[in-house]
Antibody, heavy 119, light 108 residues
Framework: EVQLVQSGAEVKKPGDSLKISCKGS????????IAWVRQVPGKGLEWMGI????????RYSPSFQGQVTISADKSISTVFLRWSGLKASDTAIYYC????????????WGQGTLVTVSS | SYVLTQPPSVSVAPGKTARITCGGN??????VHWYQQKPGQAPVLVIY???VRPSGIPERFSASNSGNTATLTISRVEAGDEADFYC???????????FGGGTKLTVL
């Protein structure tokens, strides 16, 4: 069974750095893309970016390019989403999801990580 | 950049048919995927590659894609179908994915 398990909720202050994670199991981790999706409370889904753990090929939505960094560590079957300077507007639930290819649908999703940024 | 347009809300009586649209320029030429998200839960893929249902998704869910509009159809709507629905595509010209704004399905 494909499983994506995300790291726990975080409470941070503006300007803090943060790295959240998404660990895959039950499938060939290196051969499936993993995307990150943002959902501000009460709002819609926003596609942030996607990475292929096999070679770390990464694509970003223009809205998130330069704002976050997506990376992968194949040795522990984990993908990361990192911020170097959080803003209050980064407060959201962040989901990871597996994609067979960039043009396919996201067929397995993590449980989501709530990030709260407040002074 | 590419834009996907969904109606904010659709209402339907139980047992009737709901249709949720996703508009985009020549969207019929690219693969569209649909997700259902219930309150407090992660999204679930209900249709991929325009018309394909993943295993475990009821046959009541179907979809089409042609011209400038993709459509998700839910037949014999049940109270448990009430959720937010999102369409999603890959924008190959800009090399990134994107979602529509989402449609809230209300079962009357």
């Amino acid at each position: 069974e494909v499983q994506l398990v995300q790291s726990g909720a975080e409470v941070k202050k503006p300007g803090d750095s943060l790295k959240i994670s998404c660990k895959g199991s039950g499938y060939s981790f290196n051969n499936y893309w993993i995307a990150w999706v943002r959902q501000v409370p009460g709002k819609g889904l926003e596609w942030m970016g996607i990475i292929y753990p096999g070679d770390s090929d990464t694509r970003y939505s223009p809205s998130f390019q330069g704002q976050v960094t997506i990376s992968a560590d194949k040795s522990i079957s984990t993908v990361f989403l990192r911020w170097s300077g959080l803003k209050a507007s980064d407060t959201a639930i962040y989901y990871c999801a597996t994609y067979i290819s960039t043009s396919s649908g996201g067929d397995s999703w993590g449980q989501g990580t709530l990030v709260t940024v407040s002074s | 950049s590419y834009v996907l347009t969904q109606p904010p809300s659709v209402s339907v009586a139980p047992g009737k048919t709901a249709r949720i649209t996703c508009g985009g320029n020549d969207i019929g030429g690219i693969s569209v995927h649909w997700y259902q998200q219930k309150p407090g839960q992660a999204p679930v893929l209900v249709i991929y590659s325009d018309t394909v249902r993943p295993s475990g998704i009821p046959e009541r869910f179907s979809a089409s894609n042609s011209g400038n509009t993709a459509t998700l159809t839910i037949s014999r709507v049940e109270a448990g179908d009430e959720a937010d629905f999102y369409c999603q595509v890959w924008d190959s010209s800009s090399d990134h994915g994107l979602f529509g704004g989402g449609t809230k399905l209300t079962v009357l």
